[in-house]
């Protein structure tokens, strides 16, 4: 993120900003923003997102691929089991190679 050199820190007017935390779009130097999951969060978004955020979060994190690999199974497993099940509904003929012996014949 680019930030203008124009900019100055919301606390220390005399220093430039490095930084805009992006909830609530305020410019900061390098002394008031801090990295938190990933994140560039000033001081006050930090202290209202809580203790207990980013441990629900990073946890639903950890669910969703999980869940996504079970799903993907679990429909693969439906797919290819209809389709055997329609292959079984073919007559014999079409299993053993016959059909193609009729269709010459006529």
């Not at 305020?26 to 000033?42: A, G, K, P, Y």
């Not at 691929?65 to 079409?94: E, K």
Request: with cysteine; aromatic share 8%.
């Amino acid at each position: 993120m680019r930030v203008s050199l124009a900019q100055r820190c919301v606390h220390h007017h005399e220093r430039e900003a490095v930084a805009r935390c992006p909830e609530c779009a305020r410019f900061f130097c390098r002394e008031c923003i801090s990295e938190h999951d990933d994140r560039v969060l000033c001081a006050s978004c930090l202290a209202r997102r809580g203790p207990g955020a980013s441990l629900t979060r990073s946890r639903f994190r950890r669910i969703i691929p999980c869940l996504g690999a079970v799903v993907g199974i679990s429909l693969g497993w439906w797919f290819f089991d209809l389709v055997g099940r329609g292959l079984m509904l073919l007559p014999p003929s079409v299993h053993e190679g016959t059909v193609w012996e009729e269709l010459d014949e006529e």
